[in-house]
C-alpha cells in the first residue's frame, strides 16, 4: 500500500467474475389467443376441431397436432433465446471483463539459490518464529478471503468513488462502474495483496504480460475504512487503477518477495513476503557451507554489518537518496522514506553515518510502539555528551514527539490521506515544538 520501491512476483489463477447478467425479457406465449399470436394459434388447433368418424382418425390427429405444437413451442424457445442474447448485448456493450492473470512455468533455475523461510529454521528456530509473526513476512499474499481471514474488505461499493468490491465465490473483483462512462466500466479480478494490514492492503491484478495494475483505492481493516492508496490521487473518479510499466511492476513486487525469476511476472508462493533470504541473501551455498563444517559460511555476517550498509540494506524497498532525487515532493516526504529520512538526519551525518536502523529497530520483530525504547538511543549519545549535546527543551524524555513527530501523509495536489507516518529526519521542528508547549 505504501511506496514500492525495489523488485518482483503473484500466484494462482483466479476466477474472473462475468459483468452482471440481467433479467431476460419475459417471452410472451405464442400459444395464447387473440392479438398478433391468433393465426400461430389457429394454426396449432384447427386440426383438433377437424370431425373425427373412428379411432385411428383420432390418433392421427391428435399426433401431427402434438408435433406442430411441439415445432410451435421450439419455435418460440429459439425467439426467446435470440431476443435475450441481444438484449444482454445491448445493455452490456462496452462493458469488459479483465481476463485472469495465468502464472505460466517458465525456468526459473535463476533463482534456485533461494531456498525460502523453512530452510533457515533448522538452525535459526528462534529468529524464524519471531519472523513469522511479523507484518513483513505478510507483505504478500493472495487477494482472497481464504489469504486474508478477517482482514479481507468486506463485498459492496468502495464509499465516495465509482468502485465496488465483488465477492466471487471467496475470489474478489475490483469492480469499476463511472456513472455515465460505460466504456470505463470494468471488472478486475484481484491477485495480491500488497502489505500486511498493519496500515492498510492495497488490491493488485496482474496482467498477463506481468504489468502490475494497482487499486487507486486501499482497505484499512484496523480501522474498517477505504482510504485512497498512498501516492495516488483520486479527484478523477474515472481513474481508478494504474497499469505500471515492467520495470516498475518488477520493482513493487520485488519488495514484497523474497525473489522473482527474471523470466516470470509473479514470485513462488514460498517467496511471498519479506524473508531471510531478502536480507541474509540466497541461503543454499550457506547450508551446505554449515553442512560441510566449512570456516567460510558463504553468507555475510549482518550482525557486524556497519550501520550505513544496514541503512542501505533497509533503504532498498524503504527508500534511499536514488529515489526520491528526480522529485522535489518526495524528497520532502521523510515520513515515508524512511532510510533516506535518517540518512539526512543531523544525528546521522554528524556522527560519521554511526546512526543505523537496528539501533532502533529489532529486524526480526514488528516495530516496537514503546516511545522509551527509543529514546533510549537518543539519550546513549545526548545524554552522555559522547557526541550530541542535551535537549535544553526535555533533556531526559520526549524525544521522539518533538524530533520525530507523526506526520500527515499527503499527495503531491494537497489531498490528505487520513494516515500519519513517523518522521525519520530526526530535526527541530519549530511547529511541533510550539504546539507541545501550547503556544
Same mark, same amino acid.
Given at each position: ?69 411441439? %415445432?410451435?413451442? $421450439?419455435?418460440? &424457445? /429459439?425467439? @426467446? ?10 445493455? +452490456?456493450? !462496452? ?91 470494468? %471488472?478486475?479480478? $484481484?491477485?495480491? &495483496? /500488497?502489505? @500486511? ?10 496482467? +498477463?504480460? !506481468? ?66 533470504e531478502s536480507c541474509h541473501g540466497p541461503g543454499r551455498a550457506h547450508i551446505r557451507a554449515v553442512r560441510a563444517r566449512s ?11 556497519d550501520p550505513e550498509t544496514i541503512n542501505i540494506l533497509c533503504g532498498r524497498c524503504h527508500g534511499l537518496e536514488k529515489d ?116
Open positions: 500500500m505504501l511506496s514500492c520501491i525495489s523488485t518482483t512476483p503473484v500466484v494462482d489463477i483466479m476466477h474472473v467474475a462475468s459483468p452482471c447478467v440481467k433479467e431476460a425479457p419475459r417471452a410472451r406465449g405464442s400459444l395464447t389467443r387473440g392479438g398478433t399470436t391468433r393465426a400461430t394459434w389457429e394454426w396449432v388447433a384447427r386440426p383438433l376441431l377437424r370431425p373425427v368418424y373412428c379411432d385411428a382418425n383420432i390418433h392421427s390427429a391428435m399426433r401431427r397436432a402434438s408435433r406442430r405444437i411441439l %415445432l410451435a413451442v $421450439l419455435f418460440c &424457445a /429459439l425467439f @426467446a433465446i435470440g431476443a435475450w442474447l441481444i438484449l444482454m448485448a445491448s445493455m +452490456d456493450a !462496452g462493458r469488459t471483463a479483465v481476463p485472469a492473470f495465468v502464472r505460466p512455468v517458465v525456468d526459473e533455475s535463476d533463482i534456485a539459490d533461494f531456498l525460502g523461510d523453512h530452510a533457515c529454521a533448522e538452525c535459526h528456530p528462534r529468529e524464524n518464529a519471531e519472523h513469522a509473526r511479523t507484518f513483513h513476512k505478510a507483505t504478500l499474499r493472495r487477494m482472497t478471503r481464504r489469504e486474508l481471514g478477517s482482514l479481507a474488505p468486506p463485498a459492496g461499493p468502495i464509499p465516495d468513488s465509482a468502485c465496488a468490491i465483488v465477492d466471487d465465490g471467496g475470489s474478489l473483483v475490483y469492480e469499476v462502474d463511472v456513472p455515465g462512462r460505460p466504456d470505463q466500466y470494468r %471488472l478486475w479480478p $484481484l491477485h495480491l &495483496a /500488497l502489505d @500486511a494490514g498493519k496500515h492498510g492492503i492495497t488490491p493488485v491484478h496482474l496482467t +498477463d504480460g !506481468g504489468n502490475v495494475v494497482e487499486m487507486r483505492r486501499s482497505w484499512f481493516p484496523r480501522e474498517g475504512i477505504w482510504r485512497p492508496t498512498v501516492g495516488k490521487s483520486v479527484k478523477d473518479p474515472a481513474k481508478a487503477v494504474d497499469v505500471h510499466e515492467l520495470e516498475i511492476s518488477r520493482a513493487c513486487i520485488g519488495c514484497h518477495s523474497v525473489a522473482l525469476s527474471k523470466n516470470a511476472f509473479a514470485p513462488r508462493p514460498e517467496h511471498f513476503g519479506v524473508g531471510c570456516r567460510d559460511l558463504r553468507m555475510a555476517r549482518l550482525a557486524k554489518a526520491v532525487r528526480d522529485s522535489p515532493v518526495r524528497r520532502r516526504m521523510t515520513y515515508r522514506f524512511h532510510s533516506y529520512g535518517l540518512m539526512e538526519s543531523r544525528c546521522c551525518q554528524a556522527s560519521g553515518k554511526r546512526l543505523g536502523c537496528l539501533q532502533c529497530h529489532d529486524p526480526h520483530a514488528n516495530a516496537s510502539t514503546d516511545a522509551a525504547g527509543y529514546e533510549q538511543a537518543c539519550l546513549a549519545c545526548h545524554a552522555t555528551g559522547s557526541g550530541g549535546s542535551a535537549c535544553p527543551v526535555s533533556p531526559r524524555s520526549g524525544c521522539v514527539p518533538c524530533h520525530m513527530p507523526r506526520r500527515d501523509v499527503m499527495h503531491a495536489t494537497g489531498e490528505v490521506y487520513g494516515l500519519k507516518l513517523v518522521e525519520h529526519k530526526i530535526a527541530v521542528y519549530p511547529d511541533v515544538t510550539a504546539a507541545r508547549a501550547g503556544r
